[in-house]
C-alpha cells in the first residue's frame, strides 16, 4: 500500500509540464537535479539551528537586554489557591461568568476576586520582555544573514534582472550548490520556527503566522520538488527584505527608544508595502502566472504553485491593512500606536481598567465623605442657627 501511494503521488504528471517524465530529470555526472529525499536535511538542520538559537539567545541577547535598559514588568502573582490553580491547569484559563460564580461559592471568595485570580494567573505565564527581546534579536540576525546570503548567491544570475530567464529550459534547470545551501538555510530556519511555536512568543495573528509558516513550508518543498528553484529564490529574497526592518523595530521598542523605533517603523513600512504589494505581484505573481505559459501548458503543479503563492499575498494584504492602520494613526496622532500583532492580551488592559476604577471609586468615595461631611457640618450650624440661648442656659427655637 504504501509502495502504491508513493508511486501515485510522484507521477510525473503532477510535478512536471506536459511531455516531461521523470526519465529526462536524472542525474549525471556533471548535471544534478533538485531531488525530493535531499530536503529530509532540513530537519536535523532545524534542530541544529534551534540548539544555536538557545545559546545565542542565553549568552548574547539576554546580557545584552540588561545593558540596553530592557526591563521586565512586575505583575503581581495570583495567590496560591489549589481549587483555581486545579480549574486552570485542566480545564481553561479564561473561564466564562457562570463558572466564575461557581469557583466564588467553592473558594467561599467574591467574584470579582476569582476574576482577577484568574487574570494575575494568565500574567505570570505570559513572556517577559526580555524574552520578546531575545527573539526579536534572533530574528533579526537571522535575517541579515539570509537575506545578505540570497543578495550574494543571486546578483549575477540572469533570473534576478530578467524574469523571463526563470523558465528558460525549464524543468531541465541544473541545480547549482550555492542555491541548494541557501534554499536549505530558508527550509531549515522556517521549520525551526513550526518546532519552537509552543514556546515563542504568541502575538495575536498567531494563526494567521501558523498558515504563513505552513505555507512557506510547503512552497519551499514543492517548488525544490518541482525544480521551481528560481522563482523559489526571488520569492525568499523578497520577504527577508522587509523582515530585516521589522525585528530592530521590535527591539528598540522593547528599549523604550520611541523616536527612532517609529522613523525604523515608517522606513519597514514603506519597504514592506512596496515589497509585498508591487514588487512582489509582478515580480513573482505576474511571472508564474504568465511568463510561465510562453513555456509549457499548465499542469497540477503549475495550479499548486500559485494556489501556494497566492495564500502568501493574501497574508501581504492582511498585514498591510494593519500597517496602514498604524501609520494612519501615527499621522494623525503623532505618536505610534501598540504593534497590533502584539502579544498584549485583556489581562494587562483589565489591569490598567482596574486600577482606574479604584481609582475613581477611591475618588467617588472620597467626594462622598466631603460632601456627607459638608452636609453635616452645615446641617448642624443650621440647626444651631435656629435655636437661641436664654440667659438662664435653656435653649428656645426661633
Request: aromatic fraction near 16%.
Amino acid at each position: 500500500m504504501a509502495r502504491s501511494l508513493n508511486e501515485w503521488l510522484w507521477q510525473h504528471e503532477f510535478w512536471l509540464p506536459p511531455g516531461i517524465t521523470w526519465e529526462d530529470m536524472k542525474e549525471s555526472e556533471d548535471v544534478h537535479y533538485p531531488q525530493p529525499h535531499d530536503l529530509l536535511l532540513s530537519i536535523p538542520f532545524a534542530l541544529i539551528l534551534i540548539v544555536i538559537r538557545y545559546f545565542f539567545e542565553r549568552t548574547v541577547a539576554l546580557p545584552l537586554s540588561g545593558k540596553l535598559g530592557v526591563r521586565d514588568k512586575l505583575r503581581p502573582k495570583a495567590q496560591p489557591n489549589p481549587v483555581l490553580e486545579t480549574f486552570y491547569t485542566t480545564h481553561c484559563k479564561n473561564p466564562k461568568e457562570g463558572e466564575l460564580i461557581n469557583l466564588a461559592k467553592q473558594c467561599d471568595l467574591p467574584v470579582r476576586k476569582v476574576e482577577r485570580w484568574f487574570r494575575r494567573r494568565r500574567n505570570t505565564d505570559r513572556p517577559s520582555l526580555s524574552k520578546k527581546f531575545c527573539e526579536a534579536c534572533w530574528r533579526f540576525i537571522f535575517y541579515i544573514i539570509s537575506f545578505f546570503t540570497g543578495l550574494a548567491v543571486l546578483y549575477d544570475k540572469p533570473w534576478l534582472w530578467d524574469h523571463r530567464e526563470c523558465w528558460t529550459g525549464y524543468p531541465q534547470q541544473p541545480l547549482q550548490p550555492s542555491l541548494f545551501w541557501y534554499y536549505l538555510l530558508e527550509l531549515s530556519f522556517y521549520c525551526s520556527l513550526v518546532f519552537t511555536l509552543p514556546f515563542d512568543v504568541k502575538r495575536k495573528d498567531f494563526k494567521e503566522q501558523i498558515v504563513h509558516h505552513a505555507a512557506t513550508i510547503f512552497l519551499i518543498s514543492f517548488s525544490y520538488c518541482a525544480n521551481y528553484i528560481r522563482i523559489g529564490t526571488l520569492v525568499m529574497v523578497i520577504h527577508d527584505a522587509s523582515d530585516c526592518f521589522l525585528e530592530p523595530t521590535k527591539i528598540l521598542n522593547y528599549m523604550k527608544w520611541k523616536k527612532t523605533c517609529n522613523c525604523l517603523f515608517m522606513i519597514f513600512s514603506a519597504v514592506f508595502l512596496i515589497s509585498r504589494l508591487v514588487i512582489y505581484p509582478y515580480t513573482v505573481l505576474y511571472n508564474t502566472y504568465y511568463y510561465s505559459m510562453e513555456i509549457f501548458q499548465p499542469f497540477f503543479g503549475y495550479y499548486f504553485v500559485n494556489v501556494l503563492l497566492m495564500t502568501l499575498q493574501l497574508l501581504h494584504v492582511f498585514w498591510s491593512c494593519l500597517i496602514i492602520h498604524m501609520v494612519y494613526k501615527f499621522m494623525l496622532q503623532g505618536t505610534m500606536e501598540k504593534d497590533m500583532r502584539s502579544d498584549t492580551d485583556e489581562s494587562d488592559k483589565d489591569e490598567e481598567t482596574e486600577k482606574v476604577q479604584e481609582k475613581e471609586k477611591n475618588g467617588i468615595t472620597h467626594f462622598n465623605n466631603i460632601t456627607s461631611k459638608n452636609c453635616i457640618q452645615r446641617n448642624g450650624s443650621q440647626q444651631q442657627n435656629k435655636r437661641t440661648h436664654l440667659t438662664n442656659g435653656h435653649a428656645k427655637d426661633r
